[in-house]
């Protein structure tokens, strides 16, 4: 029997202490990776994980799982950012966020306008792809016997030369909501104003060469098929799904000029993005807002005016849902990359 084990450990391809196989904290994208996998296995089955952005409505069994895993989640960090946000006798400053408004007077402009100032960027050769994301983002965690739960957080990924990356997310003061709390700079990811770090994490390098760890194309045709990919689809991606791809793309990458225009022009064709006119992100950035509905939600895109590039995503309920607190207009989730 002896013999017999040790043939077998010599035969196993994979080393104890290979790196690819530690145990550890999944990263964010992984994390979403294998949210997507497990609710694509159970789909047709009525039950799933309900995880991934709000875009498409899962079934009401799923998304159960889904609201008590994202309100176990937050609570810890409430209690960690109350204790530095209030005193021993205060209720913390935890708050749900106001949907963004989009001004009355502002002109509705078409996407095909920003793709041509999109295109026009990356003709001048402006700023280059860099993997690596800084991001404000939010999303609600519910319980069918509490009140809504809310934190906004700050994030920063950084890639190393090897490959390797790290991590740095922050609670951000609900009382200030967009102020940064977080620098990029060129020494590392460092704290500029209050913030309870979460957590700070280092990743061994990756071996994952699959989208959204490869590099994006920028030809129109490529980053289609790249972003499918990146959602383990076979199929055209609906808007909703091409909305999803954008985030999980731009939780990866800071896109260059190039890319960028290609990322415009595959929202420009896409069916139900309508224009709405000009609104102040939550970090004060003016940007063209253009919404889709679909599935019981309200999606709203904001991109910068002069290069077309992607500055946010909103998501707000567009029906109430009484048994978790939910009205119709509720801000479900939001995402500001900050480039």
């Given at each position: 029997?002896?013999?017999?084990?040790?043939?077998?450990?010599r035969?196993?391809p994979?080393?104890?202490?290979?790196?690819r196989f530690?145990?550890g904290?999944?990263?964010?994208?992984?994390?979403?990776r294998l949210?997507?996998l497990?609710?694509?296995?159970?789909?047709g089955?009525?039950v799933?994980?309900g995880?991934?952005?709000?875009?498409?409505?899962?079934?009401?069994?799923?998304?159960?799982?889904?609201?008590?895993?994202?309100?176990?989640?937050?609570?810890?960090a409430?209690?960690?950012?109350?204790?530095?946000?209030?005193?021993p006798n205060?209720?913390?400053?935890?708050a749900?966020?106001r949907?963004?408004?989009v001004?009355?007077?502002?002109?509705?402009v078409?996407?095909?306008?920003?793709v041509?100032?999109?295109?026009?960027?990356?003709?001048?050769g402006?700023?280059g792809l860099?993997?690596g994301?800084?991001?404000?983002?939010?999303s609600v965690?519910?319980?069918?016997d509490?009140?809504?739960?809310?934190?906004?957080?700050e994030?920063?990924?950084?890639?190393?030369?090897?490959d390797?990356?790290?991590?740095?997310?922050?609670a951000?003061?609900p009382?200030?909501?967009g102020?940064?709390?977080?620098?990029?700079?060129d020494?590392?990811?460092?704290?500029?104003?209050?913030?309870?770090?979460?957590?700070?994490?280092?990743f061994?390098p990756?071996w994952?060469?699959?989208?959204?760890?490869?590099?994006?194309?920028?030809?129109?045709?490529?980053?289609?098929?790249y972003l499918?990919?990146?959602?383990h689809?076979?199929?055209?991606?609906?808007?909703?799904?091409?909305?999803d791809?954008?985030?999980?793309?731009?939780?990866?990458?800071?896109?260059?000029?190039?890319e960028?225009?290609?990322?415009?022009?595959?929202?420009a064709?896409a069916?139900?993005l309508?224009?709405?006119?000009?609104?102040?992100?939550?970090?004060?950035?003016?940007?063209?807002?253009?919404v889709?509905?679909?599935?019981g939600?309200?999606?709203?895109?904001?991109?910068?005016?002069?290069?077309?590039?992607?500055?946010?995503?909103e998501?707000?309920?567009?029906?109430?849902?009484?048994?978790?607190?939910?009205?119709?207009?509720?801000?479900?989730?939001?995402?500001?990359?900050?480039?």
């Amino acid at each position: 029997m002896t013999d017999e084990l040790e043939l077998l450990r010599r035969a196993n391809p994979v080393r104890d202490d290979d790196p690819r196989f530690a145990e550890g904290p999944l990263s964010h994208e992984s994390e979403s990776r294998l949210n997507h996998l497990m609710a694509s296995a159970s789909a047709g089955t009525g039950v799933g994980t309900g995880a991934g952005r709000v875009g498409e409505r899962r079934p009401r069994r799923s998304r159960t799982r889904l609201v008590w895993a994202l309100a176990a989640t937050v609570v810890v960090a409430v209690t960690a950012t109350a204790l530095l946000l209030a005193g021993p006798n205060t209720t913390p400053a935890v708050a749900a966020p106001r949907p963004l408004v989009v001004r009355a007077d502002s002109t509705l402009v078409p996407l095909d306008t920003l793709v041509g100032r999109a295109e026009r960027d990356a003709a001048d050769g402006s700023a280059g792809l860099r993997k690596g994301t800084h991001a404000q983002s939010w999303s609600v965690g519910m319980s069918e016997d509490e009140p809504p739960i809310t934190l906004p957080v700050e994030r920063v990924v950084r890639w190393n030369a090897d490959d390797s990356h790290t991590e740095l997310v922050v609670a951000t003061d609900p009382r200030h909501p967009g102020r940064r709390v977080l620098t990029d700079a060129d020494d590392g990811p460092r704290l500029v104003d209050d913030g309870h770090v979460i957590s700070e994490q280092t990743f061994p390098p990756s071996w994952s060469d699959a989208p959204p760890q490869s590099p994006p194309p920028h030809d129109v045709t490529r980053l289609r098929a790249y972003l499918r990919e990146a959602q383990h689809v076979d199929t055209p991606l609906t808007t909703g799904e091409l909305l999803d791809a954008t985030s999980l793309l731009l939780d990866t990458w800071t896109l260059g000029a190039r890319e960028n225009a290609a990322l415009a022009r595959l929202l420009a064709d896409a069916k139900g993005l309508r224009p709405v006119g000009q609104v102040t992100d939550r970090l004060g950035r003016l940007g063209q807002a253009y919404v889709y509905d679909g599935a019981g939600y309200r999606r709203m895109l904001i991109m910068d005016p002069a290069d077309g590039a992607v500055l946010g995503l909103e998501a707000t309920a567009a029906v109430d849902e009484p048994e978790y607190g939910v009205e119709a207009g509720d801000v479900m989730d939001y995402s500001a990359w900050i480039r």
